[in-house]
């Protein structure tokens, strides 16, 4: 069986590994992102160091990224604030190094083919991946398809009630100030409170209001695109109080106006952690590469 290649490209660490899915990963490195031209090199030594030939690459991206094949700059890292890493032609880097297609999408759109293959979205055809850390993330898949249409979906971006009297924190996002992501990820935590979320005790008064801008979220999420199960992942998540308030205030705002047992029944297996735990991201890079591959 054929081997393949996947880099979970984030905006703090590259992940790359060698394998075929979550029961057969061979090799794996991860290193801090540093500018495009080293770190594409050290994923590209990784890949070179492996004897076995590899028949594709994936790689899952932080963003904004040209997941479109039919554009001029499909591939690309596109307009970043990440210092140097705008207009990086990632995919045409590793294309031209390794000889092999490379598949590409955003970090959250990979990680929701992960799950789809082999994790909590396996046989629907439609559900969102969620990451909440540094920033907010959403993909997922619409009708058995990755979503992408414009670009892609730039879930962290909605705009959800903000009550500044009950919250005066005006928010951390440079484009939109208290968007979700301005609101409720990482960085919003640490500012508003003067301590990172790891370091706030389960009983704190942050965790209640993450979990209705989250919720605030989830249900426009809901309502739009009619997801079978929303799975979210990412390092503010791994706070495990979390998640029954989120799944708490989902119902609480829906307010059964959604007749269905999954959100007013069974809504611990509507709302979840990724499957694949922290590997949802490098195996998602994996699926992307196996997809170059026609029947893989
Ligand atoms: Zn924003």
Known sequence: MGLYGGIEAGGTKFVCAVGSGPDDLRAEERFPTTTPE?????????FRAHRSPLLAVGIASFGPVDPNPASPTFGHITTTPKPGWAHTDI??????????????????????????????ARGLDTFIYLTVGTGIGGGGMVNG?????????????????????????????????????????????????????????????????????????????????????????????????????????????????????AILEDIDSYIVPPALGQRAGVLGAIALAREQVPAS
């Open 38 to 46: 080293e770190t594409i090199a050290r994923a590209i030594d990784f």
């Open 145 to 261: 398809r990755l979503i992408h249409g414009l670009m892609h979906p730039e879930m962290g971006h909605v705009r959800i009630p903000h009550d500044l009297a009950l919250d005066p924190f005006p928010g951390a996002c440079p484009y939109h100030g208290d968007c979700l992501e301005g609101l409720a990820a990482g960085p919003a935590i640490e500012q508003r409170w003067g301590r990172r979320g790891e370091n706030l005790p389960p009983d704190h008064p942050a965790w209640p209001l993450e979990a209705r801008y989250l919720a605030l979220g989830l249900v426009n999420y809901i309502v739009t695109l009619s997801p079978q199960r929303i799975i979210i992942g990412g390092g503010v998540m791994e706070q495990p109080q979390l998640f029954p308030l989120v799944r708490r205030e989902v119902q609480a705002l829906l307010n059964g106006y959604l007749q269905v047992p």
């Open 91 to 120: 995919v045409g880097a590793l294309r031209q190094a390794l000889g092999v297609p490379v598949g590409f999408d955003t970090d959250v759109n990979g990680a929701a083919l992960g799950e789809h293959c082999w994790g909590a």
